[in-house]
């Protein structure tokens, strides 16, 4: 059965899969295996949906991943040019240096759009799952970035202290936490008394609040003035549900995926759709509603100082 969709104000984020891969294997990567086989990938229709996106909804957030997005600097510009700066535009990466590509030559594609892409999301792990370059070229990015760091099962939690001193060094510096999104439920995406990760960062930093939404939340933390948050998102993008206003059942969207052959489709992966594929004419007269993120929880750092923590 098709509903009709609705979508946060401004429309979903649009997630593009470059369609040229990375060197990493990392454990908790479900798109490794979508690489193994490249028949049909085509930057061409990758360009085609993303200016198809920006017609339809000319203010909506593009985030690059993959695959790794800096690993074809000349693809990824030709991406990054057919969006207008009325979009935000993120992009996850390692931000690969090689002998073919040398610091040099991120630094100058990173300048050239400094004006165009508003964070640079790095991976490094507490756990080592990547080829990681050197931590001073983050220091010397001129766009801002944040470190992406995945809390995989049985990561070792002295080594969190010198994971996050590490990056507290480098000018501008936050950090992320990522719980593994395929291991989360609706039953656990706040569950704080069972989370081990939430239990690890109690102990050596300042909670601050809560903020989240249908989908993901967010736990903040202040570490010697470093802000740190911890992620955790379900495994989809679109959940059914009925507004009670006009009784009329919709299909959330909260992210759109262009896939690395130039497909559109309206979730991840999970079976709440009957069809992957957005339907694009349905999508032109989505109805928009407020986004539902907001703060669950306050904790002024003062508070927390005074007690000790």
């Known amino acids: 059965m098709h509903h009709p969709y609705k979508t946060r104000e401004g429309g979903c984020t649009v997630t593009v899969f470059v369609p040229y891969d990375c060197n ?4 908790f990567c479900i798109n490794k295996g979508e690489y193994a086989d490249t ?9 085609e949906s993303i200016k198809l996106m920006d017609e339809i909804t000319p203010k909506c957030d593009f985030v690059f991943t993959g695959g790794e997005p800096f690993a074809d600097l000349e693809s990824l510009q030709r991406m990054l040019d057919l969006i ?23 630094l ?8 165009k892409i508003d964070c640079i999301n790095v991976s490094r792990h507490v756990q080592r799952y990547v080829v990681e370059s050197n931590d001073d070229l983050l220091a ?3 766009i801002p970035f944040r470190i992406n760091c995945v809390l995989y099962e049985d990561y070792p939690f002295d080594e969190l202290i010198p994971f996050i001193e590490r990056f507290r060094k480098i000018p501008g510096s936050n950090i992320q ?8 439920t609706p039953e656990n995406l706040y569950d704080k008394e069972n989370d081990r990760i939430i239990r690890d960062l109690n102990k050596i930093a300042r909670y ?19 802000e740190i948050v911890y992620h955790k998102t379900l495994p989809y993008s679109a959940i059914i549900e ?5 009784g009329i059942t919709y299909c959330i969207l909260y992210d759109i995926i262009i896939k690395q052959n130039g497909d559109i489709h309206a979730d991840w992966g999970h079976d709440v759709l009957d069809e992957l594929e957005l339907d694009i004419e349905a999508y032109r007269n989505v109805k928009f509603e407020p986004y539902d993120m907001k703060w669950y929880e306050r904790v002024e750092i003062e508070l927390c100082a005074a007690s000790g923590r």
């Open 177 to 184: 936490f990522r719980f593994d999104y395929t291991a989360t």
């Open 140 to 142: 010397r990015l001129p």
């Open 208 to 226: 601050t609040g809560m903020d989240g939404c249908r989908m993901r939340c967010g736990f903040h933390y202040d570490y010697k003035g470093m």
């Open 24 to 27: 990493n294997n990392c454990p």
């Open 84 to 106: 207008p700066n009325t979009h935000n535009i993120y992009i996850n990466t390692t931000l690969p240096v090689s002998e073919n590509q040398p610091e040099e030559e991120i």
């Open 242 to 246: 009925e507004d009670p206003t006009d």
């Open 108 to 115: 100058r594609f990173a300048e050239k759009n400094k004006n």
């Open 39 to 47: 028949t049909g990938f085509s930057l061409d229709k990758i360009c």
